[in-house]
T-cell receptor, first 118, second 111 residues
Framework: NAGVTQTPKFRVLKTGQSMTLLCAQD?????MYWYRQDPGMGLRLIHY???????AKGEVPDGYNVSRLKKQNFLLGLESAAPSQTSVYFC?????????????????FGDGTRLSIL | SQQGEEDPQALSIQEGENATMNCSYK?????LQWYRQNSGRGLVHLIL?????REKHSGRLRVTLDTSKKSSSLLITASRAADTASYFC???????????FGTGTRLKVLA
C-alpha cells in the first residue's frame, strides 16, 4: 500500500517561477487537503477538495491554485513563486463513513515536499 | 487562526517517565484527533476521540476530552526514546470538511 504519495520531495525555485506539486492517493478517499507547515506555526490549510472536480479555499489560499480532475490526484500550483512560500507542503486524504456527514476518520499524510524559493 | 493550541510547546523527559500534553480549542467539534510527526516525515494518526466521549485508550496512550472547557490532553505512559517527536491535536469544525491543527508539542525523551 503506497497510501499518499507526494512528488517532488524537494525543490528549489527562483522568485517568479511556477511549479506544480502532485499528490496521489490509492485509498479511494473522497476528501483531500493541502497544508503548509512553517516553524512554530503548525499546519495551515491552503485548499481542500471534497470530491472529484470540486475545490475550496482553506485558511491561506492566496498565491496557490488547485485542481482535482481525478479522484486519486490533487494538484497544488504556484503561479509565481515568492520567498514567503518557502515551506514544507503536506498533502492528506480521508473519507467519511457517511458521505455528507461529519468527518469521523483520521487523515492520511504524505511525507511532504520541501520547497525553497530564492 | 489556529483552532488548537498545544501546551507546552516543548517537553523533555527521561525514558520511563510519563508525558502529558494539552490542547485547547475554540469552537464546537465533532471529534478531536492526535497526531505524531517524526522529524522530516508526515503526520501519523494516533487516536480519535468523539465529542460524546470523555476518555480513550490505545496502548500506552490515554486521551481525555472536556468539551465544557474545550480542552483535551494526551498522556504517553512509560515513554521511550522512540516517542521523541512532535505531537499535534486537530479538530474538525462542525458543519465543515476541514481539520484545524494546533501548533504542536515537541517531545524529547532522553535515554
Amino acid at each position: 500500500n503506497a497510501g499518499v504519495t507526494q512528488t517532488p520531495k524537494f525543490r528549489v525555485l527562483k522568485t517568479g517561477q511556477s511549479m506544480t506539486l502532485l499528490c496521489a492517493q490509492d485509498m479511494n478517499h473522497e476528501y483531500m487537503y493541502w497544508y503548509r507547515q512553517d516553524p512554530g506555526m503548525g499546519l495551515r490549510l491552503i485548499h481542500y477538495s471534497v470530491g472529484e472536480g470540486t475545490t475550496a479555499k482553506g485558511e491561506v489560499p492566496d498565491g496557490y491554485n488547485v485542481s482535482r480532475l481525478k479522484k486519486q490526484n490533487f494538484l497544488l500550483g504556484l503561479e509565481s513563486a515568492a520567498p514567503s512560500q518557502t515551506s514544507v507542503y503536506f498533502c492528506a486524504s480521508t473519507f467519511s463513513l457517511s458521505p455528507g456527514r461529519p468527518l469521523n476518520q483520521p487523515q492520511h499524510f504524505g511525507d511532504g515536499t520541501r520547497l525553497s524559493i530564492l | 487562526s489556529q483552532q488548537g493550541e498545544e501546551d507546552p510547546q516543548a517537553l523533555s523527559i527521561q525514558e520511563g517517565e510519563n508525558a502529558t500534553m494539552n490542547c485547547s480549542y475554540k469552537t464546537s467539534i465533532n471529534n478531536l484527533q492526535w497526531y505524531r510527526q517524526n522529524s522530516g516525515r508526515g503526520l501519523v494518526h494516533l487516536i480519535l476521540i468523539r465529542s460524546n466521549e470523555r476518555e480513550k485508550h490505545s496502548g500506552r496512550l490515554r486521551v481525555t476530552l472536556d468539551t465544557s472547557k474545550k480542552s483535551s490532553s494526551l498522556l504517553i505512559t512509560a515513554s521511550r526514546a522512540a516517542d521523541t517527536a512532535s505531537y499535534f491535536c486537530a479538530t474538525d469544525g462542525v458543519g465543515t470538511y476541514k481539520y484545524i491543527f494546533g501548533t504542536g508539542t515537541r517531545l524529547k525523551v532522553l535515554a
